[in-house]
């Protein structure tokens, strides 16, 4: 196993454009990194860059506390799992896993114990005699996934493994990589677009745009505070709602966010670090769990009317799209429980948890800085 370091690293192709810039990142020994972000954003690159399949422009890369920049892909010791699987159609699914080993010189007998052990380990023993065209999506993710483990090497990259696989089968597959690595320790580093398998499976996500990090944190941590309207808007699924607005200072010294008619006032033991916003325009962020049926349901409840446009039920949840404060209001999304039901043009009474407002600079887009609430 070893630990990844990238020390403003740069890729800049020969037609001048920059893929990734300035990107910076400690990946910790036997640590499961996310790389996220939206297609182009860079972080295939980066994947490439560490796997020695992409030039480093500028910058350095270590692994261990080798600098491997001008290092040979085959001598760098780590293994990738691509997208499109790469298994070599005329061999077997044993060929598969074993060629590997086979061109570095390893004993026939190694090979056949480390291809048995992991072939028990990914439930793909049944398959050995088979050819990939044989197999289904999820056996052929799996051979590959067993073609880098057999190599038992210092880190696993997974670019997209799991994008072509249907939405079953992708979360039985997220569960198999969580308890892959809880049992063997060895450093991966993921790249997906999908926010619920960076929120599930990586012990820490970095989240990327136009080719720079934007933020590094634990998925909770980065969840709960995002560092721009970006991440607010990214990372989830409803997306967290954010509404044009501005600041005003209401008459008992607490804050009113107000968003178009709605006014939610913030007590001032939650908006210590909104003070120099006061009378400036803000973006502001509420989040689609955070809205509620019932006060008691908030820690710091503000009772809004919605309007219904519209409800999309999903089995276990409703999504209620609405607009805030009457028709002609912002549109928001919010979760609801699974057996809400409301008609177009009804006026809903709900109840949002003002501990979890979202304020964001109009200009900058980054968050504003909130004081815990006691």
Known sequence: MASITLKNMNKIYANGVSAVREVSLDIRD??????????GCGKSTTLRMIAGLETITSGELLIGERRVNDVDPAERDIAIVFQNYALYPHMTVADNLGFGLKLRGVAREEIDRRRDRIAAMLGIEPLLARKPSQLSGGQRQRVALGRALVREPQAFLLDEPLSNLDAKLRATMRTELIKLHRNLGT?????????????????????????????????????RNPTNTFVAGFLASPPMNLLEGRLDASSNGAIDAVIGDARLQIP??????????????????????????SASAARHAVELIVVAITTEVLGPEVILVANLAHARGPEVQIRMPRDFLAKPDEAVKLYFDLSQIQIFDATTTRALPRQASK
Not at 30 to 39: K, N, R, V
Not at 194 to 220: L, S
């Open 30 to 39: 036997g640590e499961f990194m996310i790389l996220l972000g939206p297609s």
């Open 187 to 223: 450093t991966i580093v993921h790249v997906t677009h999908d926010q619920v398998e960076a929120m599930t499976m990586g012990e820490r996500i970095c989240i990327m745009k136009d080719g720079e990090i934007i933020q590094v944190g634990a998925p909770m941590d980065v969840y």
């Open 268 to 293: 001032a033991s939650l908006a210590a670090g909104f003070q120099t916003h006061h009378g400036k325009a803000v973006i502001i962020g509420l989040r689609p769990e955070d809205f509620h049926l």
